[in-house]
């Protein structure tokens, strides 16, 4: 595995052995050991990191040095002796499964990118602030998931007539403006029941780390990262989307003109799917280059739908003037990104570069995003302005 940059045993020490940190009497909430990841931090409490751009584009599965956290409270600390995970509602059995009753059932590897609604927040701030970490494009990766289905779980429970949600809850605490409230998700129960949702124990062959959610995670590929719930502690089968302030109030697409004061978030339906995208990461931002030929790279993400891939992908060295088609390096999938690199002929001066990304049912990642106050979904162009000498 040419990608993983720090040994076994560190990770280990970075998931399951830092309970002990807990039982020496560390708080919960120290910071994990994040050391061998190298990353931009955006916060330090809650801890938001994400890779300097260029860095996704080393291998088409992201190795775990590069890979983003983010958190909204803190991290725990989970001692796998004493892990349950409850499954409980619209059910004919309600299950409390410890983390080797997890591990003896059948698993399935996933490879599935992870995305913050967030990812890109940086390029709304620009039309208008938005409150949140302002991340630049980073807030992405893509990892290989190992652990039971979701379906297997609920089969196992038995789920009810009237079941139309799945909420996840973590163990994680967040502090809201007006209290406390552990961080929650949730998914349809359609999607709840597809064979790529899961539970996942491992990330590209190793346990969780820590701050990824050891020991156990939900994956909803092709949804929003929210949804994919770290520290797991709670699965409720219900017949209506979860009431936890992650589905209820935030995680949802406002339009333009509301703000944090006047908006209603029960009008809004929760965020789910991703939507088409594409990011340049090579050059970075301010780059000077060489006149003459470029090499640009990036990634493009599709819309999260089943069976929509991405289809192409286009690279302007002049600001949309002219276009070229990106050769496509990862495999198609509708639920994991695609990398790309394009050779362009650049001139002198100051030029802006453009990529854009277009799905399999023909439908072209839109020139702007719709600002909203929460500044989730910016999809549009990725414009990287650089210096040709
Ligand atoms: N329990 C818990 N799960 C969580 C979060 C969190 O703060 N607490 N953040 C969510 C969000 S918004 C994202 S984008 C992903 C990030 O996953 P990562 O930190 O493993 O990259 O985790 C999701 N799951
Ligand atoms: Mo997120």
Not at 16 to 38: E, R, T
Not at 81 to 106: I, S
Request: glycine share 10%; with cysteine.
């Amino acid at each position: 595995m040419p990608f993983m940059t720090i040994t076994r045993r560190e990770l280990l020490q970075a998931a399951g052995a830092s309970w002990m940190l807990g039982q020496l009497g560390c708080p919960s909430f120290i910071a994990p050991d994040v050391s061998s990841k190298d990353l931009l931090v955006r916060q330090t409490d809650p801890f938001n990191a994400e890779p300097r751009l260029d860095r996704l584009l080393d291998s088409w599965v992201t190795p775990y040095s590069s890979f983003y956290v983010r958190s909204h409270g803190n991290q725990p600390a989970v001692n796998p002796d004493q892990y349950a995970l409850v499954v409980e509602g619209l059910v004919e059995r309600t299950l409390r499964l410890r983390l080797e009753d997890l591990e003896r059932m059948a698993k399935v590897t996933v490879t599935a990118t992870m995305q913050c609604a967030g990812n890109r927040r940086s390029e709304h701030s620009r039309t208008k602030s938005t409150g949140g970490v302002q991340w630049d494009a980073g807030a992405i990766g893509t990892a290989e998931w190992r652990g039971p289905r979701l379906a297997d779980l609920l089969g196992r429970a038995g789920v009810k007539a009237g079941a139309k949600h799945v909420w996840f809850e973590g163990k994680d605490s967040v502090t809201l403006k007006d209290r406390q409230t552990l961080f929650g998700g949730g998914v349809p129960i359609e999607k709840a029941l597809k064979p790529e949702t899961m539970l996942a124990l491992e990330m590209n062959g190793l346990p969780l780390a820590r701050e990824h959610g050891y020991p156990v995670r939900t994956v909803v590929p092709g949804y929003i990262g929210a949804r994919s719930v770290k520290w797991l502690g709670r699965i409720v089968v219900a017949d209506r989307p979860s009431e936890n302030n992650f589905v209820a109030r935030d995680y949802k697409l406002f339009p333009p003109e509301a703000t944090a004061e006047t908006v209603k978030p029960e009008a809004y339906d929760p965020i789910y799917e991703f939507v088409l995208a594409s990011a340049i990461c090579r050059p970075l931002v301010g780059a000077t280059v060489p006149a003459g030929k470029l090499e640009v790279g990036g990634y493009a993400v599709p819309p999260g739908a089943e069976g929509v891939s991405i289809a192409s992908v286009q690279v302007s060295g002049d600001g949309g003037g002219t276009w070229t088609t990106a050769q496509l390096l990862g495999k198609e999938s509708s639920f994991s990104w695609q990398l790309w690199k394009a050779t362009l002929d650049v001139q002198p001066g100051s030029r802006t570069l453009i990529a854009k990304a277009v799905d399999s049912r023909g439908q072209v990642q839109p020139e702007k995003a719709p600002w909203n106050f929460k500044g989730y979904l910016y999809n549009g162009w990725h414009r990287v302005p650089i210096t040709v000498s």
